[in-house]
């Protein structure tokens, strides 16, 4: 059986994500749902799962309890956790090393924060030659004063989509 080429990266789906009182992600519960269901499609079909936790200061303290991925898609032994210190999974980070000795051609990209870390590493993947998808409905973001979420999200359906990756709904994408 040949090795999967395509590997799922789930960004920045971390407990300080949810832990805001006053702030929500768009869509949060739905968008959840869908990150949960590509994750159990990608561990049925045996598709590697790369986890991106976002590490600096303050709620991204590593160890704190912020820092923490989302006790909703706690990763399984041996799926793959890449710490990064800017918004792009690629900068100063063994990604791009990882997905090689891998044989990784391809992504399926979700997460969080759409104008932040998925719209920088899906740009970055695909510069680097990467074949990507966005999962157009598993990504989002809060609310920024000038926009809602969900007009973040929808925005970078459509800056993104297309040019740097293909966008496919949850339920579209196979493994």
């Known amino acids: ?14 407990e300080a994500m949810f832990s ?23 561990r049925t ?11 600096e200061d303050q709620e991204y303290t590593k160890g704190t309890s912020t820092w923490e991925i ?7 032994e041996g799926e793959l956790i890449i710490e990064k210190p800017t918004w792009d999974a ?22 969080m924060q759409s104008e932040f870390c998925v719209d920088t590493t899906t740009r970055r993947a695909f510069s680097m030659g990467y074949s990507s998808v966005m999962v157009e409905d598993a990504h989002s973001t809060f609310d920024n004063g000038s926009l809602s ?24 994408v196979e493994f």
Not at 45 to 55: D, E, L, N, R
Not at 70 to 76: A, D, K, L, M, W
Request: aromatic share 4%; net charge neutral; with cysteine.
């Open 45 to 55: 079909a045996g598709t590697p799962v790369v986890y991106i936790q976002h590490t």
């Open 1 to 14: 059986m040949a090795e999967p080429s395509t590997a799922l990266i789930i960004i920045d789906v971390q």
């Open 70 to 76: 989302s006790s909703h898609v706690t990763p399984q």
């Open 149 to 172: 979420g969900g007009e973040i999200v929808k925005h970078h359906n459509s800056v993104l989509g297309g040019r740097f990756a293909k966008l496919r709904k949850a339920q579209e």
């Open 90 to 111: 690629f900068h100063l980070t063994r990604l791009h090393d990882e997905l090689q000795k891998r044989g990784i051609t391809d992504l399926v990209i979700c997460g």
């Open 20 to 42: 805001y009182p006053d702030m929500k992600l768009h869509d949060e519960e739905g968008v959840m749902d869908r990150i949960i269901s590509l994750l159990h499609k990608a």
